[in-house]
């Protein structure tokens, strides 16, 4: 699975970037996201909920963020798994300031097995971009708070 | 096969129907024992990856669970799936019960839960907990076989199982005379059997008598009690395979799984009995697949059509482990490359390559659809070429009748046939001339229509022993109850094909009685001799032969017995109404049931005779037999939208003398549908990473009553020298003549637009895009 886009953010890259690397607003602002835990520098230990349609569950992983270059871009490693399946995935964010605002570009790609890639393999990319949505559009609504 | 016949020959319903129809029947699943336990295995979410550790603690302590195994713990308590096929230097991958350092492939079993509930295994499942390290997967077949792929096995150093070849006939000189060559890649997508009961064990061990005792769902019960116990290292006699109702088979079941080894070792160590019942998404990954082949045919010919010679390479994708007859089924398609034409020079040439899926094996036709796919399509893409009406093409290349018994390059011989027989009738009842002429009007307005032919020889009645990896030959014993009522027990365990009924039918017309008076008992080890079982089209063409050879031993013992009582010779004596009497002196006549009361109360037998009646019979066939036939069919294909329909069918089949017309009809029918399934719909995906994403019913489209027209069927009759009853064998023909004809019948449609091929499944998207490439290119 392949994800990519782009969004723009009411904030410079600075708070964007603020907020992205601060595991207690991720994990607020992520959907289904039950826990984030540092583990270490720039390493979490995360607990998800997920489902796509009847094939739901708790998956429990890690979040890794490297090749970090404040605040312009970093890398990030995921790796889950759960009842339903696993998923490991790399991705990339990259920031841009444009007006006082950030141009965020994020790509990413994943493999996912088990039950989930089963029954679910034509509807894990819908989902996963409505979770990158709704992630995007409470970040958005967070930053206007600031 | 008698020539006045009163049962043989006629459309009698099947006697097995009346119990499936209204429930009554038993599965596997319907079986239930005293304090029967229940069993569930953890699989691999992995194509490929080592197993670094599994954690079963959490599962060990849930409620109802009384035991958990896992691969590492069953080393070197259970053999490893058996194969039967060898092939010079191939290289060896057995399977093991359970996994124990590394998986191979998405569904591959890694650790076992036996529970007191069915629930309570399922869930404590998921409490096991596994350290896998993924490896890199191996998924396209061509690229396992690139200098650098990841290889399946340490110690090999490629993903190469074994390379075949099979020449026969000049080919450089084919090639060389040749005006003409063409050359095409071809596409025999892998396909999931889906047979409709999934797979499914029991397994009850009685110390104290030390019998282990297995219902499973298989075509093979007898092959499978002797592979179990060597896998159980138990002695062959201390284990009983009984098969009960089976819903389908389709190759599928012709094989020992590592479910039927590991459920009779849970029984034996817990001395519980215990099942398993397959999951519909255990089934999709972990029961075996057919087809699977890439094919690069490269055929020569002259300009007049007469085709020179057939130069094919196949890379067969065997998946990662061997099953029964994984290595064999592919050189099949090398057995059968002549078709049914007089082609004077063929080479086949075959890699096996391992990659990380689930096996590939015996499916529905099992290597000769291929076959038949790419000859067929060849001749169509030579007709094509020379803008020759691909009836007339066809009927060019057949071998002339007096060629019969016909040996092909390929190193066989075909029975009998008479192929422009069955061509004609079926251009006959399709109206083909018409159909062309429709289809040029069709044309002309606009629409895409396509006329399919296929000409198919196919090779059925497996076989002679010495051709087959365990056997060929069938067994059948025929009791004569005292009472007068007839048991044939028959070592072919049918699945579906209606042996109960066809054999009644020809034990009734042998001994003059009625179909009902014929009771026909099959997969149980304990009570019929050893057998091999139905697979390959042979329930008729071997088991109903040894079921007639018993039968005609025990007519001969009661027309002896009946001439000594009656004072006639027994030569005279015929067997009619449940009668034997004298055919020229009617009144000297016994009631059947008088004649077996005398056999059995053995108080006027002639000198010499013993008491009873009883015959067993193991009938060894001296050659294959090779059913033929000519389909046609017509599709129209939307060009809005690229859907494909089929719009009429009309199959000729020859299978030689038959039992039983309803029974060769729905056969037909059946088979015509599958192929429909493989041509139009069905497609087992793996994606990159392996994961089959195919794998609910959800996402392997099988074909519904709804896509099929009316099937016409027609028949012509050439009896097979090679068994007494003339047979030939009808299971497996409608996949093999059907799928080219579809395809046939697609490529015609899109010839327009200058397609030349497409490969299947010619699903609404792909088809589409060829029309809408061919319409820009048109423009």
Known sequence: MKL??????????????ALLTDPGRLAKLLPGCERLDPEGPDRFKAAVKFGIAAISGK???????????????????????????????????????K??????????????GGMVAAVGQRMIEGAARKIVDEFFAAAAEELKKE | MPAATRYLGKPLKRKEDPRLIQGLAHYVDDIVLPGLHHAAILR?????????????????????????????????????????????????????????DRVRFVGEGVAVVVATDRYAARDAIDLIEVDYEPLTPVVDPEKALEKGSTVLYDGYKDNVAYRWELEGGDLKAAFKKADKVIKQRLVNQRLIPVAME??????????????????????????????????????????????PEVGGGFGSKLNVYVEEALLGYLAMRLGKPVKWIETR????????????????????FKRDGTILGLRIHVIADLGAYYQLLTPLIPTLTGLMASGCYKIPAIRTEIIGVLTNKMSTDAYRGAGRPEATYLVERALDLVAAELKNDPADLRRKNFPKLEDFPYATPTGIIYDSANYPRSLDLALKMSDYKKLRQEQAKARKQGRCVGIGLSTYVEICAMGPSSAMPAGGWESATVRIEPSGMINILTGASPHGQGQETSFAQLGAEILGLEPDDVNVIHGDTSIVPYGIGTFGSRGTAVGGVAAYQSLMKLREKLAALAGFLLGEDPSKLVFADMKIFSKFQPKKSLAFG???????????????????????????PKNFTFPFG?????????????????????????CGNVLNPLLVEGQVHGGIVQAFGQAMLEEAVYDEQGQLITGELMDYAIPRASDMPWMETGRTVTPSPVNPLGVKGVGEAGTIGATPALANAVADALAPFGVRHVDMPFKRERIWKLMQKGSRRAK
């Open chain 1, 99 to 112: 007006g006082g605002q950030t141009e965020l570009r994020y790509s990413g790609e994943a493999q996912v």
């Open chain 2, 594 to 620: 008088e004649v077996v009361a005398a056999a059995y109360s053995a108080k006027t037998l002639p000198p010499n005779m013993e008491p009873g009646l009883d015959a067993t019979s193991f009938y060894e």
């Open chain 1, 59 to 97: 998956y429990a992983g890690t979040l890794e963020f490297f090749e970090k270059k404040p605040p312009r871009s970093m890398r990030m490693r995921l790796s889950g798994k759960g009842l339903p399946g696993f998923v490991d995935g790399t991705g990339q964010v990259e920031l841009a300031e």
């Open chain 1, 4 to 17: 990519s886009g782009q969004y723009s953010l009411p904030a410079p890259p600075a708070k964007v970037w």
């Open chain 2, 630 to 654: 000519a389909h046609v069919c017509v599709v129209e294909i939307d060009t809005e939208t690229g859907d494909v329909r089929l719009i009429k069918y009309v199959a000729v089949d020859d």
């Open chain 2, 281 to 300: 998404r255990e089934n999709m990954q972990g029961t075996t697949h057919g087809r699977d082949q890439i094919d690069d045919v490269e055929v020569a």
């Open chain 2, 44 to 100: 691999s979410p992995y194509a490929h990856a080592q197993i670094r550790s599994v954690d079963v603690s959490k599962a060990q302590s849930a409620p109802g669970v009384v035991l958990v195994l896992t691969g590492a713990d069953l080393r070197g308590s259970i053999g490893a799936v058996p194969c039967a096929a060898q092939i010079p230097d191939m290289k060896a991958a057995p399977r093991p019960v359970l996994a124990h």
């Open chain 2, 198 to 243: 999934t797979r499914g064990v029991v397994a009850e061990y009685k110390p104290g008598e030390r019998q282990l005792t297995l219902w499973s769902s298989t075509q093979i019960p007898h092959l499978l009690r002797t592979q179990i116990a060597s896998m159980l290292d138990v002695p062959e006699h201390s284990v009983r395979v009984i098969t």
